[in-house]
């Protein structure tokens, strides 16, 4: 069953200091330096998702090679997220390959748990999408998972899990 919150957590993380995540998957480690000195407000969100479990099991339900993989909807659809929103943290981070940045809708302030790396350097995305991370291990693991997008072909291959991801925080 998908966890529900009521609000955005309260801030529990130190924005001084260093954040990674491995997301452990069905094809390998994926290890994210998660960057609270650009958005502490979603860096916060992720860890304390990450640590409730809530990624726990969960695909990355749209993999564009050549664009993004995109992950944390418990529902694998595209449209499910954690019962609230964050508000935008833009930064002039370019979205170079292995950015990491908060899915959103057209609403800038719309982000919850859904998450996406990309694969290339998309300046489309630069300013318009939060960054609040990088992958500093594993894209190699990125370029594995299978292509899929299940808003073109609701009968596309099954996502790759999110097994767990574990914080470690410096």
């Known amino acids: 069953m998908q966890k529900k919150y009521d609000a955005m957590p309260a801030m529990t993380i130190d924005p001084t200091k260093t954040y990674t995540a491995t997301l452990n998957t069905d094809k390998g480690g994926i290890v994210i330096k998660l960057r609270a000195d650009l958005a502490p407000l979603h860096v916060n969100s992720f860890v304390f998702l990450a640590r409730e479990g809530y990624f726990d099991g969960v695909t990355f339900h749209r ?37 990491v940045g908060a899915a959103r809708t057209n609403d800038p302030n719309s982000a919850g748990s859904q998450f996406y790396i990309t694969y290339a350097r998309v300046p489309n995305l630069d300013n318009q999408y939060t960054v609040f991370g990088e992958v500093v291990e594993g894209m190699d693991v990125a370029d594995k998972l299978t292509p899929r997008d299940p808003s073109r072909n609701p009968n596309a291959p099954a996502g790759d899990k999110i097994n767990s991801v574990d914080i470690k925080e410096e």
């Open 63 to 99: 993999v564009l090679p050549g664009f993004v993989a995109q992950g944390g909807d418990p529902t694998g659809s595209g449209a499910g997220g954690p019962g609230y929103t964050i508000p935008a943290e833009f930064s002039n981070v370019p979205y170079d390959r292995g950015t």
